[in-house]
């Protein structure tokens, strides 16, 4: 796993906590909010946003990313997600641990899971994405 300092670690636990602030969940009332550290160094923060038609909904780890992108950098070292108000640690869905594989420095990126009560969880990109599909399958030989 990718080396990510105890004060780095509660850095991005408390911007992914604010970043939940944010979120847009009127149907399910479950906050969720991610922090992904860029590769410059920088921190951006996503939260979930809801829509009526749920297949549109916007996890808060894909917008934070997206967030990321949309600035010019296309490569995270760590990224933190903090989620709601159930007793239960939340782990990122399918499609955000894609779009995670898509973007992170390497598959030993560290991914910190941070729960309501306090709890956290530490993992990597690789362990929530076994053999991921990544761009070095598309080469053609």
Known sequence: MAKL???????LIRQAWQGAEKSYSPY????VGAAVLASTG????????????YGITNCAERTAI????????????AICV???????????CGACRQVMA???????TPV???GKDGSVYDTTVGALLPDAFLRTNLIHE
């Open 5 to 11: 300092t105890e004060e780095m670690k509660k850095e």
């Open 28 to 31: 399910s009332n479950f906050k």
């Open 42 to 53: 920088e921190i951006y923060r996503g939260c979930n946003i809801e829509n009526v038609s």
């Open 66 to 77: 997206f967030k990321m992108v949309s600035e010019g950098c296309t490569s995270f070292t």
């Open 82 to 92: 903090a989620a709601g108000d159930t007793a239960l640690m939340s782990s990122p």
């Open 102 to 108: 898509e973007f992170c420095a390497d598959m030993d």
């Open 112 to 114: 910190v899971l941070a």
